[in-house]
């Protein structure tokens, strides 16, 4: 069974930056293309980035485009976003996700949070002003 585990998360002031991880254990992680996703309080969960399996080849979200970056290490079976230039309204859980489908999926269902079978329990960013 596919278990993921987000950590880096925290409390910073707008402006400043963070790095959320996420270590994926139970199978094989560069058969996974990896995601991650946010959900603020009273609002639906939305899509922030995802990563190919192996070409390295991401998609943002327009919100979060030239100040996140995704990014995977899969030696060491983890993702990574890096959060720079950070904004009040990106206060929010943020979850990683991972899509074991057998073949890439077209870049346009990236965002579906459907297209994820595992999800990681959460970390929550707090940005203040």
């Known amino acids: 069974q596919v278990q993921l585990v987000e950590s880096g998360g925290g409390l910073v002031q707008a402006g400043g930056s963070l790095r959320l991880s996420c270590a994926l254990s139970g199978r094989t992680f560069s058969r996974y293309g990896m995601g991650w996703f946010r959900q603020a309080p009273g609002k639906e969960r939305e899509f922030v980035a995802r990563i190919s399996r192996s070409t390295g080849t991401t998609y943002y979200a327009d919100s979060v485009k030239g100040r996140f970056t995704i990014s995977r290490d899969n030696a060491k079976n983890t993702v990574s976003l890096q959060m720079n230039s950070l904004k009040v309204e990106d206060t929010a859980v943020y979850y990683c996700?991972?899509?074991?489908?057998?073949?890439?999926?077209?870049?346009?269902?990236?965002?579906?949070?459907?297209?994820?079978?595992?999800w990681g329990q959460g970390t929550q960013v707090t940005v203040s002003s």
């Open positions: 996700a991972a899509d074991g489908a057998a073949v890439e999926p077209p870049v346009v269902t990236w965002p579906s949070a459907s297209r994820y079978e595992y």
